[in-house]
């Protein structure tokens, strides 16, 4: 079936770190590459997506690259601040249908 | 306007019993859905439907009943609660898939807490 393995637990980088969140998947079909964020209290939301290889979703600062090659899916940041704080989600989703696979999520924490 | 939207928002009972969480959205979506988030943060489907008709049952125990009165409304029963219940449920809606616009949009979650 398919998978996403992502940076597991926290991470803890302070305001003005560049951050990377690896996200890497595995599925048989030609998929959806999602980032979700949840804030507490909240449901999760879309971040960024990218829909075939090569493309880069972009938001608030944050980019990450479809990889076919290396079935990659990293979030990137060149500077976080406080209010990037939540857990972030890598999401699949397979061919034409409509199941999300999630990564099992990763908490960012940025310190001041 | 909340575009998702679930109650009850918290729900604390005893093992055993039944409960029900109702679901409902205002975006004109085909498509609706229920997670299941753990103490770990880990979201896994459960159930979705698309205009009303059942097309994803990942596998969940019978005790987790979905139903679908019209294409806005997607509740999910859970009979004989157990502990290992205990967690955050969202529902999510989006367009139909082949559409382009399969965007899922998530409610602010139920937290149920199974004593």
């Known amino acids: 079936g398919d998978s996403v393995v992502q940076t597991e637990g926290q991470v803890l980088p302070s305001e003005g770190d560049s951050l990377i969140v690896n996200c890497s998947y595995e599925t048989t079909q030609y998929p959806s590459l999602f980032w979700y964020v949840q804030y507490p209290g909240e449901g999760p939301q879309l971040h960024l997506k990218a829909m075939k290889a090569n493309d880069k979703g972009r938001n608030k600062g944050f980019e990450a690259m479809y990889r076919k090659e290396t079935t990659s899916f990293h979030l990137e940041k060149d500077s976080v601040q406080e209010s990037d704080s939540a857990v972030y989600f890598c999401a699949l989703r397979e061919g034409g249908g409509n199941k999300l696979t999630f990564g099992t999520g990763t908490q960012l924490k940025v310190e001041l | 306007d909340t575009a998702v939207s679930q109650t009850p928002k918290y729900l604390v009972t005893q093992m055993g019993n039944d409960k029900s969480i109702k679901c409902e959205q205002n975006?004109?979506?085909?498509?609706m859905y229920w997670y299941k988030q753990d103490s770990k943060k880990f979201l896994k489907i459960m159930f979705s439907y698309n205009n009303k008709e059942l097309i994803i049952n990942e596998t969940v125990p019978n005790r987790f009943s979905p139903k679908s009165p019209d294409k806005a409304h997607l509740n999910l029963h859970i009979n004989s609660l157990e502990l290992g219940d205990s967690a955050v449920y969202f529902c999510?809606?989006?367009?139909?898939?082949?559409?382009?616009?399969?965007?899922?949009?998530f409610g602010p979650g139920t937290r149920l807490l199974v004593l």
């Open positions: 975006l004109g979506h085909d498509t």
């Open positions: 999510a809606s989006s367009q139909a898939p082949g559409q382009g616009k399969e965007t899922q949009y």
